[in-house]
């Protein structure tokens, strides 16, 4: 087994990629993974909903344990090389700036060999080959608890009613304030720039805008379009950008991403220097890429 303790200090979707490759990686070679990180939402999430070790593929055994006593398990073997050890484990880290290849033949061998492989450090563990064939089943199991949905489509069926098209757009600011030098830090005069560019790309169509972002927002900052802003917490504001017809968002954030990823809905990225934004433009999610 594959287990995932740490990645707390990672943002939501930076885990949420994560999962995504060792999911696939657990899809195509045999091999069952754990994410107790990703417990405080597993509850949000219907295949890791009462399921605190948030198991792939899901178990219904643990259910009675506490999200934080399965992430406290799982982490003590990665400070404790001996528990490691006595429980014919392994701890492997990988540097928060580049990739492991989870299908590499080595790594295979050892998650094969052992009776667990704990993943101590970084984040960007990837199985590029093995995600097309792992998406139908990742869209299934990260499918929005029944709660986070109701509340997500209401959000998106407000903007339904005033219009042909929904977009879903990814507001982020907080963190992106200092990443990357603020390259993606972007006014909210622009965000409405970048809107009103859609919406006349639309011609005699209809566009609203469903806004979620990592702060409060009011339509009244966007003037001139039809715009519902969410207020949802972060899981609601993924479910509610993946029930919309397009998503866009920051070019670099696997949270936008990862919403049309699963939604399975056009993507656009935004750029700081970009031709004129368009419905045209949409593509992939660029969680889709190498």
Known sequence: MIVAPCGG??????RLEMFLHLGAFSHRAGVPVAIPSFAGHA?????????PFCLFPRRESFRWLPPLAAHTLAWLPT????????LDGVCLDCPNDREFDLASADFLDLARSRRF????????????DALPDFLPVARKYFHPAAPVERAARAVVEAARRKADIVVGVHVRRTDFRDHLGGRYFFSIESYAARMKEIAASAGSRRVAFVVCSDEPRHPGEFPGLEVVCS???????????????????????????????????????????????SLAAFGPSPLLKR
């Open 9 to 14: 200090g990672f943002r939501l979707g930076n």
């Open 231 to 277: 207020g949802l917490p972060a899981t609601g504001d993924l479910a509610a950008l993946s029930f919309c017809d397009a998503v866009t968002g920051p070019a670099i954030s696997s949270f936008s991403g990862w919403a049309a990823l699963m939604g399975d809905r056009p993507f656009l990225g935004l750029e700081p220097e970009a031709p004129a934004a």
């Open 79 to 86: 400070r404790l090389p001996a528990l490691a050890a006595a």
């Open 117 to 128: 492989v704990f993943l101590r450090t970084g984040w960007q563990y990837r199985d590029w």
């Open 43 to 51: 509850e949000d999430f219907a295949g890791t909903r009462r399921n």
